[in-house]
């Protein structure tokens, strides 16, 4: 199993930046595949953004392609959401996710085949 706690979500003004960090713990960072979902209310869960155990591909929603950036840091045990450029629509409860055995690039993007997740932290952007 995994834990995830996600950090660094808050306040800020369109246009601005946030970083957000998920902090993992128990078996091998490395093994799993990390997303990014959020979640505004009164809408489903979304697809953020993804990146392989390696870090070599990462993989965005067309919502935030050029604006968010994915990362993780193996030795660290930590992903990171750096995001930029941020509009009123990205308001939402952002949350990390994790799964070791993600195949193929559709499941990716699929809320239903992660298997670990964070309690969210909010990010709210003021127009």
């Known amino acids: 199993q995994v834990q995830l706690v996600e950090s660094g979500g808050g306040l800020v003004q369109s246009g601005g930046s946030l970083r957000l960090s998920c902090a993992a713990s128990?078996?091998?960072?490395?093994?799993?595949?990390m997303g990014w979902f959020r979640q505004a209310p009164g809408k489903e869960r979304e697809f953020v953004a993804a990146i392989r155990g390696s870090g070599a591909y990462k993989y965005y929603a067309d919502s935030v392609k050029n604006r968010f950036t994915i990362s993780r840091d193996n030795a660290k045990n930590t992903l990171y959401l750096q995001m930029n450029s941020l509009k009123p629509e990205d308001t939402a409860v952002y949350y990390c996710?994790?799964?070791?055995?993600?195949?193929?690039?559709?499941?990716?993007?699929?809320?239903?085949?992660?298997?670990?997740w964070g309690q969210g932290t909010q990010v709210t952007v003021s127009s």
């Open positions: 128990g078996r091998t960072f490395s093994y799993y595949t």
């Open positions: 996710a994790a799964d070791s055995k993600i195949s193929t690039t559709d499941q990716i993007m699929a809320v239903y085949v992660y298997d670990y």
